[in-house]
């Protein structure tokens, strides 16, 4: 059972964009690895900037999309050659032009429901608490502020050095978060 009054970690306040993209570079060449920005709107490069890699929700979604392809080829398969074979105005048994729009739906059905599945999973959402919910300066991360939030979980992280690296970089306010 953790101290509530254990520090969760560092935040730090940047007044635009650019200061924080650059700050964010400083971080990543630092080494930090258990860290995040937070901005009120999209920094265009900010992931080069933080270091992260390509996301692995692609690769989800395509692999789910080819199951549920041959899914619905499977199914259609199945159902007209093996249990229920019909002839019909002598077509055959095996159609596939005809299996086409099922094994469409298929697939953009299983890629979409693994897309959002894999999303939430991938962010660790829902998440219906966070510590830095509890500091007052950081509600304004949907109005105008920019910020920097390095977890005291991190292998680098010592709350004085990392303290003075967060002001080398140029931020405003260096505050603890206690979680």
Request: no cysteine; aromatic share 14%; proline share 5%.
């Amino acid at each position: 059972m953790s101290n509530q009054n254990e520090s969760w970690g560092l935040l730090a306040e940047y007044d635009s964009a650019y200061a924080l993209y650059h700050a964010a570079e400083k971080v990543r060449d630092a080494g930090y690895k258990d860290w995040d920005t937070h901005s009120p709107y999209a920094i265009h490069g900010m992931d080069v900037a933080m270091g992260i890699p390509a996301s692995k929700l692609p690769w989800i979604t395509l692999v789910a999309g080819l199951m549920g392809l041959s899914g619905g080829w499977t199914l259609q398969w199945w159902v007209s050659t093996i249990e229920y074979p019909m002839l019909i105005s002598a077509k055959p048994f095996h159609s596939l032009p005809a299996f086409v729009p099922l094994m469409f739906e298929f697939t953009i059905l299983f890629a979409g429901i693994a897309t959002v599945f894999g999303m939430l999973f991938l962010n660790g959402l829902p998440m219906l608490y966070h510590p830095l919910f509890n500091s007052e300066r950081f509600k304004r991360v949907t109005d105008d502020k920019f910020f920097i939030s390095i977890e005291a979980k991190d292998k680098k992280f010592d709350s004085e050095k990392t303290a003075d690296l967060l002001r080398a970089t140029g931020a405003k306010h260096v505050e603890v978060i206690e979680g």
